[in-house]
C-alpha cells in the first residue's frame, strides 16, 4: 500500500533514445510533483500538476513532457536523452489547500550512457 | 528569491552523541519549513514541520527542530544520535504563490561513528 509509487526504480539507457516514468498516488491528493536530484544530490522542482492541470513549470527543456491522465497519476516522458539528463527523478504528492507537506516516491535513477 | 542554506555538507558524529544540522532559509513571507531525510537509495520521508504556533516542533525518529525568525532558521536536533540516523538531510521552505512548492537545500550528509 505504497502512498507515491515509481516504476522503473532504474533506467539506463543510452543517448537520443525516449523513455517514460510512471507515477502513482493513493492518498488522494489533488496536487502531483516532479523533482530532480543531481549528482550533487541538489533537488529542485521541475512540475506540478494539480487535478491533472500543469500549473508549474520549471524553465525545464520541451524534450520533457509530464502527462496527467488523471490527478493519481503522473508521468513523465523524455525525449531525445543526454547525458546530462542523468539523475534521480522523484515524484511527489500534495494536498492543494494551502501549504502542506509533500509525500515522495522512492526515486527513479536515471543513467544516460 | 527563495532560497535555503545548509553550511554543513558533511558532519561525523559519535553513536550516542547530540546531533544539531544548521539551516537558514530566505523567504519574504511567513516560512513553511520541513525536514526530510533520504537515507542510501530511499526517497525522502518527512522527519518534520513548522506551519506556525510553538516554534519548537517534533518530529518522528527523536527529531526536534525550533524555528527562529529572527535568525532566519530551522535547525535540526537529537539528543542522542543512532548508527541507523546515518542518512542525507534536507532542509525546505514551502513557497506558496498560487501554487505550492518546496524549495531545498543542499544537504547535509550524516555520517555516525561507533
Known amino acids: 500500500d505504497t502512498a507515491v509509487s515509481q516504476t522503473p526504480k532504474y533506467l539506463v539507457t543510452q543517448m537520443g533514445n525516449d523513455k517514460s516514468i510512471k507515477c502513482e498516488q493513493n492518498?488522494?491528493?489533488?496536487?502531483m510533483y516532479w523533482y530532480k536530484q543531481d549528482s550533487k544530490k541538489f533537488l529542485k522542482i521541475m512540475f506540478s500538476y494539480n487535478n491533472k492541470e500543469l500549473i508549474i513549470n520549471e524553465t525545464v527543456p520541451n524534450r520533457f513532457s509530464p502527462k496527467s491522465p488523471d490527478k493519481a497519476h503522473l508521468n513523465l516522458h523524455i525525449n531525445s536523452l543526454e547525458l546530462g539528463d542523468s539523475a534521480v527523478y522523484f515524484c511527489?504528492?500534495?494536498?492543494?489547500?494551502?501549504?502542506?507537506?509533500?509525500?515522495f516516491g522512492q526515486g527513479t535513477r536515471l543513467t544516460v550512457v | 528569491a527563495q532560497s535555503v542554506t545548509q553550511p554543513d555538507i558533511h558532519i561525523t558524529v559519535s553513536e550516542g552523541a547530540s546531533l544539531e544540522l544548521r539551516c537558514n532559509y530566505s523567504y519574504g513571507a511567513t516560512p513553511y519549513l520541513f525536514w526530510y531525510v533520504q537515507s542510501p537509495g530511499q526517497g525522502l520521508q518527512l522527519l518534520l514541520k513548522y506551519f506556525s504556533g510553538d516554534t519548537l516542533v517534533q518530529g518522528i525518529k527523536g527529531f526536534e527542530a525550533e524555528f527562529k525568525r529572527s535568525q532566519s532558521s530551522f535547525n535540526l536536533r537529537k539528543p542522542s544520535v543512532h548508527w541507523s540516523d546515518a542518512a542525507e538531510y534536507f532542509c525546505a521552505v514551502g513557497v506558496v504563490s498560487g501554487f505550492q512548492k518546496l524549495v531545498f537545500g543542499t544537504g547535509t550528509r550524516l555520517l555516525v561513528s561507533p
Open positions: 492518498l488522494g491528493h489533488d496536487t
Open positions: 511527489a504528492s500534495s494536498q492543494t489547500q494551502g501549504m502542506t507537506e509533500a509525500f
